[in-house]
């Protein structure tokens, strides 16, 4: 499985974002699904997860009630809506694809992985 991440760039305070995530494979629907994130300087971290039918949603306690995963198995397509975009979720943000039906906090859990989408947000 491949996976491409897209929709990051440059914002304000305040804005809204819609990130993608396109997987090459029709394996994509029997996985679970991961959004991370990883600042400058900083490790990789959870911000969202999926399970294989769009269920078991999950989110980071800095992202809930801001942030909403979505997929759509049909097109091979995850999305992750971000709104309230303040300059601490400047990132890059990767999709991953884990290796079982269900998702993860833990990047251990995931065997597939996009080349990242860089948010920065302006204050």
């Known amino acids: 499985v491949q996976l491409q991440a897209s929709g990051g760039g440059l914002v304000q305070t305040g804005s809204s974002l819609r990130l993608s995530c396109a997987a090459s494979?029709?394996?994509?629907?029997?996985?679970?699904m991961g959004w991370f994130r990883q600042a400058p300087g900083k490790e990789r971290v959870f911000v969202a997860g999926?399970?294989?039918?769009?269920?078991?949603?999950f989110y980071a306690d800095s992202v809930k009630d801001r942030f909403t995963i979505s997929r759509d198995n049909a097109r091979n397509l995850m999305y992750l809506q971000m709104s309230g975009l303040t300059p601490e979720d400047t990132a890059v943000y990767y999709c991953?694809?884990?290796?079982?039906?269900?998702?993860?906090?833990?990047?251990?859990?995931?065997?597939?992985w996009g080349q990242g989408t860089e948010v920065t947000v302006s204050s």
């Open positions: 999926i399970s294989w039918n769009g269920g078991g949603r």
């Open positions: 991953a694809a884990a290796r079982t039906a269900y998702s993860s906090r833990s990047t251990s859990d995931y065997n597939y």
């Open positions: 494979s029709r394996l994509f629907s029997n996985n679970g």
